[in-house]
């Protein structure tokens, strides 16, 4: 059972920045955010993930709420290689320690 | 260069004939996990290994069983496929089961059960 909530589905402009929200309401202090992305045809990828602080990689920034009840991740100038299903994902320790993923957002990058 | 490794990219099989998917990691990680992802689905946690330690979601059929042979190699095996299992079967590995710990997956072996 995901506790995330994301929209189905976004569109961004090639070269333009995307924010990618994601709806975690009953996170716990423990609990890690993690993002994967799953292009066609292969398996996902780690995006990035954080705890409190908000982090950057060379392939996203991921922003967390103060409440840490949402985070956004930020593709800074969106590609057409970065059309893919974004899952925004919590680890925890109820879950034995092990991904659920939901259903993921769908981002189209139009050139 | 390849990680995790997974062989064959496709298979198919007949109703009921037994399968077995493999995978490989050069990463040396301590845990490997198998997920089933069906058309247009997220990935599903089947199982994993945490070293020797088999470890089973408690909803996946009984059908599915895993062996780990060593730290390399991981395999999954379908005793008497049917319709519903044609799905991508992913493997992933993880250096612990430590919570900010990412996971690396292979591409897959998409199976379809005729």
């Known amino acids: 059972d995901a506790k995330t909530t994301q929209p189905n589905s976004m569109e961004s402009n090639e070269e333009e920045p995307v924010h990618l929200p994601c709806n975690h309401s009953?996170?716990?202090?423990?609990?890690?955010i993690h993002w994967y992305r799953q292009l066609p045809s292969q398996g996902p990828e780690y995006v990035i993930h954080?705890?409190?602080s908000n982090v950057n990689n060379r392939m996203a920034s991921l922003a967390i709420a103060e409440d840490r009840k949402s985070s956004t991740l930020i593709l800074h100038r969106a590609t057409l290689r970065d059309a893919a299903v974004y899952y925004c994902i919590l680890r925890d320790q109820n879950y034995g320690q092990n991904f659920v993923f939901g259903p993921g957002t769908r981002l189209s990058v139009l050139p | 260069d390849a990680m995790v490794i997974q062989n064959p990219r496709y298979q198919v099989t007949q109703f009921g004939k037994p399968v077995t998917l493999s995978c490989s990691q050069t990463l040396n990680h301590n845990v490997m996990y198998w997920y089933q992802q069906k058309s247009s689905q997220a990935p599903k946690l089947l199982f994993h290994y945490y070293d020797k330690d088999f470890n089973n979601e408690a909803d996946t059929p009984d059908n599915f069983q895993s062996r780990r042979p060593n730290t390399s190699f991981c395999f999954l095996d379908i005793r008497s496929p049917g319709l519903g299992d044609t799905a991508m079967y992913l493997c992933?590995?993880?250096?612990?089961?430590?919570?900010?710990?990412?996971?690396?997956f292979g591409d897959g072996t998409r199976l379809s059960i005729l």
């Open positions: 954080g705890l409190t």
């Open positions: 009953t996170i716990s202090g423990t609990d890690y």
């Open positions: 992933a590995t993880s250096r612990d089961l430590g919570l900010g710990q990412p996971q690396h």
